[in-house]
């Protein structure tokens, strides 16, 4: 059984920053591609970012390339999510996700991911 629990949301200002956190236990966190995506209300799950086991290879959508990075620490079982130059359209329930069978996938899918946190608020106001 695997647990992610993100942290780090909030509300800021557009053009602020923030770092997500997600914790992992459960399994061996750093054999495991991780990923990133969020949802607006009203709106379908939108990918934000994956990374390898590794931390070699990521990989973002146009809407948050160049603003987002994600990083990981296997040591301490974590993933992270710098947003910086936030935009109100930034604004959703951020969740962390585990790729229980893609060591080097970076998935842009939702259903290449078997384990969710239970998300993060960020409310970017304008």
């Known amino acids: 059984q695997v647990q992610l629990i993100e942290s780090g949301g909030g509300l800021v200002q557009a053009g602020g920053s923030l770092r997500l956190s997600c914790a992992a236990s459960?399994?061996?966190?750093?054999?495991?591609?991780m990923g990133w995506f969020r949802q607006a209300p009203g709106k379908v799950r939108e990918f934000v970012a994956a990374?390898?086991?590794?931390?070699?290879?990521?990989a973002y959508p146009d809407s948050v390339k160049g603003r987002f990075t994600i990083s990981r620490d296997n040591a301490k079982n974590t993933v992270y999510l710098q947003m910086n130059s936030l935009k109100p359209e930034d604004t959703a329930v951020y969740y962390c996700a585990l790729d229980p069978r893609g060591r080097a996938r970076l998935g842009v899918r939702g259903r290449e991911y078997d384990y969710w946190g239970q998300g993060t608020q960020v409310t970017v106001s304008a």
């Open positions: 459960g399994r061996t966190f750093s054999t495991y591609a």
């Open positions: 990374i390898d086991w590794s931390g070699s290879s990521t």
